[in-house]
C-alpha cells in the first residue's frame, strides 16, 4: 500500500513528514474555516420575508370589512392559501434546484429534508386552496359543489389543467409517504417524482387567467412572473450550466479500482486542474459512470480521502448489480460528477472536538474527514466481523498523524461488547467529555438511531449530531 | 413530520387570522354585518339605519367610506353562461321616509341597479348612497374569462370604489373605458337604473 506516502508528497500544508520522520510535536496541520449556520438562517429568513410578501398583494387589495359574507370570506382564505401553495411551489422547486449556493449554505441534507416537510405542507396547501375556492364559489352562485366543479372546468380557462396539476400533485406526495415509497421500485418512483415539473407546467396558467391578484397587469403580476423565471433559471443552473462547467473544467476519469476487501472496492479518479477542486473531507458527488450499462444511473457516493491536487477517490460497497458492475470499470472512463455537496464535514463542526461514529461502509466520509478535523478526535468504528473493517491501515495511519484515538468495536449488535459501548454511559466513559464534542455518525438505519438516542441521553445536544444522509 | 403539523397548523392559523383581520373594521362586528353582506341579496336596498356598525365612527370622518370597496371578493367568481343569474327583479324602491328622520348622520344605503347582458357577459352595479351623495359603487358582475377578465378590471379600476369616477361624477356620463366599450355601456345603463332607484 503506497496510499501514505503519495499522500504525504502531495500535502498541502506544512507537516514535518516532507523533511522525513515526524517530529515530536507535529505542527497542527490545515484544518477548514467553520462555516457557521449563517447561510441557513438567512435562507430561512428570506423565505419567510417571500412568504408574506407573497401574501401582501392580497392583504393591500381587500379592503378592511371588505368580507362580510360567508362566501366572500372563504373565497378569501382560498386566495391566501392559493398565494401561500403558488409561492411554496416555487420554494420547492429551488429546494430541488441544486444550486451551487444552497449546497454550500444549507447542504444536500438538509435541503432534501425541507424538500419533504414542504411537500407536505404544499399539498395541504393546495388542497385547502381547491376546496375553499369550490365551496366559495358555490355559495356565491348558490350551487352545489360538485356543479361549481362543472363550471370551473367548462368555462373557465386553464383551470382543467391546474385540476391536472392538482392531481399529479396529490400522486407524487401519496408515493412519496415513507411506507408506499419503500415498497415502489426506485426508478418508478423516480419517474413519477420527475412528473412534479408537470406541476409547475400545468399550474401555471390559472393563477394569471384567475389570480385575483395577478390577473391585472401591474407589478404582482411582473414579480410573480420574475418569481417564476428565477426559479426555473436556477433550475437550469443548478442541474445543466453548473455540472456542465465542473466537468468541463476537471474531465474526470477512472484511473484505478482497488479492491478494499471481499465486498468493496475503491475507486481512484484523476482528472485536470483537480488542485483547484474546493471539496472538503466528507461531502459528497453524484456519479455517473459513462460506460455501457452504466451512464444511465447516478448515485451518491461519498468521496473517501480529502482534496489532495491529484486524485479522487470513493469507496463502494458492492450491493447491486450497478456497484456490481463498476467493478469491472476500465482505467480512462469518463465520469460525469455532479457535486460537491454536502454539510457532514469538518466545517461544519460547532465545537473543536469531535466524535466519529462509523458502522461497515460508513467509514468513507469519516476517513476522509479525519483529515481535517482538528486533533484530538476520537473514532469509533463499528464492524460486524474483522473481515469488514475497511482502509483500516489509512485510519491507523491517520490515528498517528492527527492525534486521533481509534476504538474498533468490532461483533453483532446484541453482543454484550457492542451493546454496552453503545450505550449513554458506555459512550461517556470512553470519551468522558462527549457532551461538548461534535458528533458525526454515518453507518446502516439501525445503527445511527440507536447512537442518536444514547447519544441524546448521553447529554449530546442535537444540533452537535451531524448525519450523512443521502436518502429522505 | 413535527415540523409539517406545525407548519400547516401555522398557516391555517395565519389564514384565519388574516381573513378575520380583514373581515370587519372589529372582529365582533361580524355576525351583525352578515345579513347585509350577500350582494345579490334583494334586502340592500332598505334603508339601513345608521346603527350600521361602520357608520358613526369611520364614515365621513375618517375618509374612509363605510361599506368600503367589496368590489373584489364578491364578485370574481365570474359567473359563467351556464351560471345562475343574481335577479334584480325583486328590486323595488327604496323607502324614503327614514331619510328624513334620521336627522344628524346621513343615512347609508346600498342600491343595486338592474342587470344588463351584452355580448362578453352580464353586468350588474350596485352603489352605496349617504344622503344624497353616492359614495361608492361596485361592480357586482362584470363579463370575465380571457381578455375579459383585463377589460373588467380596467372598467373596474376606473369607475370602482370610493374615489372612481362614479362617485366624482356623481351621474351616469362617465367616460367609455377603451378597449371595453360594451361593458362601460352596460355599467352605465346598470348604473343609471341604481341611481334611478336611489332618488
Redesign the interface.
Same mark, same amino acid.
Given at each position: 500500500m503506497t496510499y501514505p506516502h503519495t499522500h504525504a508528497t502531495g500535502r498541502r500544508t506544512g507537516t514535518s513528514s516532507r523533511h522525513g520522520g515526524r517530529s515530536a510535536a507535529p505542527v497542527p496541520p490545515q484544518v477548514p474555516a467553520r462555516r457557521g449556520p449563517g447561510g441557513r438562517r438567512l435562507l430561512g429568513v428570506l423565505l419567510l420575508v417571500g412568504l408574506l410578501a407573497a401574501?401582501l398583494p392580497?392583504?393591500l387589495?381587500?379592503? +378592511?370589512? =371588505? /368580507?362580510? =359574507?360567508? @362566501? +366572500?370570506?372563504v *373565497? +378569501? @382564505?382560498g386566495r391566501? *392559501?392559493g398565494l401561500?401553495a403558488g409561492y411554496l411551489l416555487l420554494v420547492q422547486v429551488l429546494m430541488m434546484s441544486r444550486l451551487p449556493v444552497l449546497e454550500r449554505w444549507i447542504g444536500g441534507e438538509q435541503t432534501a429534508r425541507w424538500h419533504r416537510?414542504?411537500g @407536505? *405542507?404544499l399539498l395541504? *396547501?393546495v388542497l385547502?386552496h381547491m376546496s375553499l375556492i369550490l365551496v366559495?364559489?358555490a355559495d /356565491?352562485?348558490?350551487?352545489s359543489v360538485l356543479a361549481e366543479v362543472?363550471?370551473l372546468l367548462?368555462? #373557465?380557462?386553464d383551470m382543467v389543467s391546474a385540476f391536472v396539476a392538482t392531481g399529479v400533485m396529490m400522486l407524487v406526495g401519496f408515493s412519496s409517504i415513507r411506507a408506499i415509497r419503500r415498497a415502489l421500485p426506485y426508478e418508478l418512483w423516480h419517474l413519477l417524482h420527475l412528473s412534479s415539473y408537470l406541476i409547475l407546467l400545468l399550474g401555471f396558467g390559472h393563477q394569471f387567467?384567475?389570480g +385575483?391578484q395577478l #390577473?391585472?397587469?401591474g407589478p404582482v403580476r411582473t414579480g410573480w412572473i420574475a418569481l417564476y423565471l428565477l426559479v426555473v433559471a436556477a433550475l437550469l443552473w443548478g442541474r445543466v450550466i453548473a455540472p456542465l462547467a465542473f466537468n468541463l473544467r476537471y474531465r474526470l476519469r477512472v484511473a484505478d479500482v482497488v479492491a478494499e476487501s471481499t465486498d468493496t472496492i475503491s475507486i481512484y479518479l484523476t482528472g485536470e486542474r483537480l488542485g483547484r477542486l474546493a471539496m472538503l473531507g466528507g461531502q459528497h458527488f453524484r456519479w455517473r459512470f459513462l460506460t455501457r450499462g452504466c451512464w444511465w444511473q447516478s448515485h451518491p457516493f461519498s468521496v473517501s480521502a480529502a482534496a489532495n491536487g491529484r486524485w479522487l477517490r470513493v469507496t463502494v460497497k458492492v450491493v447491486g448489480t450497478h456497484t456490481a458492475d463498476l467493478r469491472d470499470l476500465d482505467p480512462g472512463t469518463r465520469v460525469w460528477a455532479e457535486g460537491p455537496s454536502g454539510t457532514f464535514t469538518a466545517a461544519h463542526r460547532l465545537r473543536e472536538r469531535a466524535l466519529l461514529i462509523a458502522g461497515g461502509s460508513g467509514i468513507t466520509p469519516i476517513r476522509a474527514m479525519l483529515e481535517e478535523l482538528p486533533p484530538g478526535a476520537a473514532l469509533i468504528y463499528r464492524a460486524r466481523t474483522p473481515a469488514d473493517v475497511l482502509l483500516s491501515r489509512e485510519l491507523d495511519w491517520l490515528a498517528q498523524e492527527r492525534d486521533t484515538s481509534v476504538w474498533y468495536v468490532i461483533g453483532s449488535r446484541d453482543d454484550p461488547g457492542p451493546r454496552q459501548l453503545m450505550s449513554p454511559d458506555g459512550l461517556r466513559q470512553l470519551v468522558p467529555d462527549v457532551a461538548r464534542r461534535d458528533v458525526y455518525l454515518c453507518g446502516p438505519p439501525g445503527l445511527v438511531e440507536q447512537s442518536v438516542r444514547a447519544l441524546r441521553r448521553a447529554g449530546v445536544p442535537r444540533r452537535q449530531i451531524h448525519l450523512a444522509t443521502f436518502e429522505l | 413530520m413535527r415540523r409539517v403539523f406545525l407548519a400547516i397548523t401555522g398557516l391555517a392559523a395565519s389564514t384565519t387570522a388574516l381573513v378575520v383581520f380583514k373581515g370587519s373594521p372589529a372582529a365582533t362586528q361580524v355576525a351583525q354585518n352578515l345579513p347585509t353582506a350577500q350582494p345579490v341579496n334583494p334586502t340592500p336596498q332598505e334603508v339601513e339605519p345608521s346603527a350600521d356598525p361602520n357608520a358613526p365612527g369611520t364614515d365621513p370622518a375618517d375618509g374612509e367610506p363605510t361599506p368600503s370597496k367589496s368590489a373584489d371578493s364578491p364578485v370574481s367568481p365570474k359567473p359563467g353562461k351556464t351560471t345562475a343569474r343574481p335577479s334584480t327583479t325583486k328590486t323595488t324602491k327604496a323607502p324614503s321616509a327614514p331619510r328624513t328622520t334620521k336627522a344628524p348622520q346621513p343615512t347609508t344605503r346600498r342600491v343595486t341597479g338592474n342587470g344588463f347582458d351584452n355580448e362578453y357577459g352580464y353586468v350588474q352595479v350596485q352603489i352605496v348612497v349617504s344622503g344624497n351623495r353616492i359614495v361608492e359603487a361596485v361592480a357586482l358582475s362584470l363579463p370575465s374569462g380571457g381578455e375579459s377578465d383585463i377589460h373588467s378590471g380596467d372598467v373596474r379600476d376606473r369607475y370602482d370604489g370610493s374615489g372612481g369616477e362614479v362617485v366624482q361624477k356623481q351621474n351616469a356620463n362617465l367616460n367609455t373605458v377603451s378597449g371595453a366599450t360594451e361593458t362601460s355601456n352596460s355599467y352605465k345603463q346598470s348604473l343609471r337604473s341604481a341611481i334611478e332607484q336611489a332618488i
Open positions: 401574501v392580497w392583504w387589495g381587500t379592503p +378592511a370589512g =371588505s /368580507l362580510r =359574507s360567508t @362566501a +366572500a370570506t *373565497t +378569501a @382564505a391566501i *392559501t401561500v416537510d414542504i @407536505a *405542507t395541504v *396547501t385547502a366559495g364559489y /356565491l352562485r348558490n350551487q362543472g363550471t367548462g368555462d #373557465y380557462e387567467t384567475h +385575483a #390577473y391585472k397587469p | -
